[in-house]
């Protein structure tokens, strides 16, 4: 499967006397003026697991210092993380420390079953090509030469997305430099101007416990993606 896209963000831990419990994570130093949470740091509240998407229908979920931590669970089988809530014309806000070759992505305006523009979350891998629609290609990938310069590749990274109109204008921050603005066609299913936020879980293969018949190997039996800071302004 080929999705191209975004990325981002930030962590903090400390330790009890008799475990290891991560402090909950730092707010952003972003104003986030009128930007409003979608996430509690405590559960999933407000979020659910497709049920339809085709690289898995139940992925593990925990928090970590007040971050979410989705996981492959069985090992190989990923998920999609979605809102419950709909959204048209937003920005969204949202931190991640994704590793090197670790695949994600950030699903907007998502049908249930994962027909969505993405941003791709590679872990600092990709260059250029950040965005393209999953299952569809765009009529206007989003593109940039300064991934490099900006991705940190030791930490967490933040992204910023606004989308606006039908045939939405798309706008991409990475650590709050823009990488680049496309206007694109809707070729959403039946014309469709709104839908879900959704965060991949990747997977490795159906069955072969090490995954090594796709290229996702780095997909280890204790890897997984970590988000925190998740902020919607709708517009």
């Not at 697991?49 to 669970?73: D, K, P």
């Not at 569809?136 to 606006?164: D, H």
């Not at 299913?189 to 996702?216: C, K, N, R, V, Y």
Request: with cysteine.
């Amino acid at each position: 499967m080929k999705i191209r896209h975004c990325l981002a963000l930030l962590l903090l831990g400390a330790v009890s006397a008799f475990a290891a419990e991560p402090a909950p994570a730092p707010m952003t130093k972003l104003p986030l003026t009128g930007f409003k949470p979608l996430f509690n740091g405590k559960d999933m509240k407000g979020w659910h697991w497709s049920r339809t998407v085709r690289h898995g229908s139940v992925g593990g979920f925990r928090i970590e210092g007040g971050a979410m931590t989705l996981f492959q669970n069985p090992y190989g089988q990923g998920g999609l993380l979605m809102t419950d809530k709909r959204y048209k014309n937003f920005e969204f806000y949202v931190e991640t420390d994704i590793q090197p070759f670790y695949n994600s992505g950030l699903f907007l305006r998502s049908s249930e079953s994962g027909y969505a523009y993405q941003l791709e979350l590679t872990g600092g891998q990709s260059t250029t090509d950040l965005m393209v629609e999953s299952l569809k290609p765009l009529s206007a990938p989003g593109r940039t030469t300064r991934f490099a310069e900006l991705w940190n590749p030791n930490g967490w990274n933040s992204v910023r997305v606004r989308m606006v109109g039908d045939d939405p204008l798309i706008t991409c921050w990475l650590n709050d430099v823009q990488l680049w603005e496309v206007q694109v066609n809707n070729s959403q299913i039946a014309g469709e101007t709104d839908g879900f936020i959704g965060l991949q879980l990747h997977w490795t293969a159906p069955t072969s416990e090490a995954g090594s018949s796709m290229a996702l190997t780095s997909w280890k039996p204790n890897g997984a993606l970590r988000f925190r800071n998740l902020f919607i302004k709708e517009l």
